[in-house]
């Protein structure tokens, strides 16, 4: 089993940067791939960004947003910058064994999930 847990939510301001962390335990060793996603109020959740041993960003964030690890720590990092207040979401990491690529952005292709955690983006 891995247990997963995101911090670093908050409030941003308009053009600011947060980074996101996903603090992995438990079973670490099989995991491959971790993946952020996002949900906004009212909306479906979206794909964000996967690590395994190469980096894939969604066209909405590329440029903005970097995902990144830190094996030695079993974390995933999320950076986001020049925030805009549509990044309101809920945002949450989810981890798996191996992915294809054209897998990673659909929700049911990892099988560990955390709690996530708050962006509130203000104008």
């Known amino acids: 089993q891995v247990h997963l847990v995101e911090s670093g939510g908050g409030l941003v301001q308009a053009g600011g940067s947060l980074r996101l962390s996903c603090a992995a335990s438990?079973?670490?060793?099989?995991?491959?791939?971790v993946g952020w996603f996002r949900q906004a109020p009212g909306k479906e959740r979206e794909f964000v960004a996967a690590?395994?041993?190469?980096?894939y960003h969604a066209d909405s964030v590329m440029s903005r947003f970097t995902i990144s690890r830190d094996s030695a720590e079993n974390t995933v990092y999320l950076q986001l910058n020049t925030m805009t207040p549509e990044a309101t979401a809920l945002y949450s990491c989810?981890?798996?064994?191996?992915?294809?690529?054209?897998?990673?952005?659909?929700?049911?292709?990892?099988?560990?999930w955390g709690q996530g955690t708050q962006i509130t983006g203000s104008s």
């Open positions: 989810a981890a798996s064994s191996f992915i294809w690529i054209r897998a990673m952005p659909h929700s049911s292709s990892y099988n560990y």
């Open positions: 690590i395994n041993w190469s980096t």
């Open positions: 438990g079973r670490t060793i099989s995991i491959l791939t």
